[in-house]
């Protein structure tokens, strides 16, 4: 019935309203009307200037008188890098580093991201439909070599004409940083409408041999940082739709294209004669007469935090320690603040060690603890497997109505160590692949010698001094620990040290720096536990009522009462 009633009123409703508009319908517009004539607008000639066209756009544009060249070397030079170019498409022939040498030695070489090796695959070069224009276009150029100065920046304009279009680039080079900005301005010079791909190109060879640090093809998209395999690479690799950023990398250096649209960008990369390749293209459309311009970034440099931090599209996630990377980046952080208070790298590990020392001391403590009650416990342990050997259930029933009884959790020791693995992993990743530890001294000679020692933390101890030293410590602190009741896990563990010295004899000298200085704190917090706790007894729980079956009394069952009034009787 309600619902009728409702039906009505709504059926009610409707009819008011459209005999409401029948009858009174709403006034028409009112156009706005002026007797005063529209003034005609004129474009100012300075509004087709490429500076007042926002890139991505298209506007009109015709071509400029263009004659070709003969490619040369165009260098640019900034307190940070020394970059050499080929006029003839804008190729990067080198990019040496400055404030990065190729060993410790004084008179050693600077980096060079860009080798030769890498030129035929057209680094920073520029494709139309796939087709390499420093080779197949022609170029001209009109300029001279650069020369930077704190805080300045200037510009090289490349241009270029190939398959119908004309293409200007304008680098533009800032002194206090390693990115390069980069406007391209492709001019449709034919007679009908031109569609082509124009692709952004970085290559290079692999920047080491070190295993450890090896180069990778990387991309930042909405799903985050992705890394490609190598053998994916050969294959070919091809990735579209919200690309922020493509790169070439490994842990220290970086070479990056930041494309002006993320939604319009493809990435294509491969391996191929072992130089890595990556190219960003982007589909064109453009008019007769009309011009399309882009704004893009290219960052070649090292992956330092410093320089990443103000780079555009998160480039300042290309530092990634790996899977504990939300835990590595604050102690890499800390790093760098002690060194700002130290100047040496080395001691900062070692304050570093102290501090997360310090905050996993509560759970160490625990653990020294516990290892030491199963320390006490050992005596009446054997017992029961000597008593049980041939019964392996009862064997266990026992060994945990031991601990019960003395409130003793076997895994006690274990589990404040698992929960510090993370953290040991995550630095252990930081500190591999930390630019700031590349070439970083902490003992730079042989102490009352002039042997070059610990010159480099991001390599292994010359001497192996470092390593044999560790794996004492751990030596040390398995003595201290109770021995594990199985005689083959009691030898297994004695040869651990040994493992561990065969595991971190290559390993870089910072890292094995780091266990050393752990081991030595966790072997005084050991012997501060143990030497607290001496002598004292171990405490069974209050309310345990059963006893384990290891102690004399309890092996000798007592005489029930009626069985003693027996031997009363007996007696008698």
């Not at 139309?128 to 510009?155: A, H, M, Q």
């Not at 091809?238 to 490994?250: D, F, P, S, Y």
């Not at 501090?355 to 509560?362: L, S």
Request: hydrophobic fraction near 40%.
């Amino acid at each position: 019935m309600e619902i009728h009633r409702v039906l009505i009123a709504v059926v009610l409703s409707l009819g008011v309203l459209l005999l409401w508009n029948f009858l009174f319908p709403p006034a028409p517009p009112q156009r706005a009307t002026t007797d005063e004539p529209v003034a005609e607008q004129r474009i100012s000639p300075d509004a087709l200037q490429p500076d007042y066209v926002a890139p991505g756009e298209l506007r009109p544009r015709e071509a400029a008188r263009f004659e070709a060249v003969e490619g040369r070397q165009i260098v640019v030079e900034t307190p940070l890098y020394r970059a050499t170019f080929n006029s003839s498409g804008g190729v990067l022939e080198h990019f040496l580093l400055k404030q990065f040498s190729q060993t410790i030695d004084p008179d050693s070489a600077q980096i060079d991201l860009i080798t030769p090796r890498s030129l035929m695959r057209g680094p920073m070069g520029i494709s139309w439909n796939r087709v390499p224009t420093w080779i197949e276009g022609e170029w001209s150029f009109e300029g001279d070599d650069i020369n930077l100065g704190p805080g300045e920046e200037k510009s090289l304009i490349f241009t270029g004409r190939v398959g119908g279009v004309e293409i200007i680039r304008k680098m533009t080079f800032l002194a206090d940083t390693y990115e390069i900005r980069e406007e391209i301005e492709v001019i449709n010079t034919t007679d009908s409408q031109v569609v082509g791909e124009l692709g952004n190109i970085l290559a290079t060879p692999a920047f080491s041999d070190d295993r450890y640090n090896p180069t990778r093809v990387a991309y930042f998209d909405q799903s985050g940082l992705s890394h490609e395999k190598d053998r994916q690479l050969r294959d070919g690799f091809t990735h579209q739709n919200g690309l922020k950023w493509g790169a070439i990398g490994n842990h220290y250096f970086l070479l990056a294209f930041v494309p002006q649209t993320a939604q319009d960008s493809t990435l294509r990369a491969d391996l191929e004669n072992e130089i890595y390749r990556i190219t960003v293209s982007e589909s064109l459309y453009i008019e007769p007469g009309m011009a399309r311009i882009m704004a893009n970034t290219y960052y070649i440099g090292p992956k330092d935090r410093e320089f990443l931090r103000d780079a555009p599209a998160e480039l300042h996630r290309a530092i990634y320690y790996g899977w504990f990377n939300i835990i590595a980046k604050p102690l890499i952080i800390s790093l760098n603040f002690f060194h700002s208070h130290t100047g040496n790298y080395g001691v900062a590990i070692l304050l570093l060690t102290l501090v997360v020392k310090i905050i996993f001391w509560p759970l160490a403590q625990k653990s020294y603890k516990s290892m030491n009650q199963l320390k006490k416990l050992q005596p009446m342990m054997a017992k029961i497997r000597e008593k049980y050997k041939d019964d392996r259930q009862k064997m266990n029933e026992e060994m945990m109505r031991l601990y019960k009884t003395y409130k003793v959790n076997p895994a006690g020791g274990c589990l404040p160590i698992l929960v510090q693995i993370p953290v040991f992993i995550a630095l252990y990743q930081g500190l591999m692949g930390a630019v700031e530890l590349r070439h970083a001294a902490f003992i730079y000679y042989l102490p009352f010698t002039d042997i070059v020692w610990l010159a480099d933390l991001s390599a292994r101890d010359p001497f192996y001094i470092t390593p044999l030293v560790m794996g004492a410590t751990m030596f040390l602190q398995q003595k201290m620990a109770p021995a594990p009741g199985d005689p083959l896990q009691a030898k297994i563990m004695l040869f651990l040290p040994l493992v561990f010295i065969f595991i971190f004899i290559t390993f870089p000298s910072g890292l094995v720096l780091y266990w050393l200085a752990n081991n030595v704190l966790s072997i005084g917090q050991q012997w501060w536990v143990l030497r607290s706790a001496g002598n004292k007894p171990l405490v069974k729980a209050d309310d345990q009522k059963d006893e384990p079956q290891v102690e004399e009394k309890q092996d000798k069952p007592k005489p029930s009462p009626a069985r003693k009034a027996a031997k009363k009787r007996k007696k008698k």
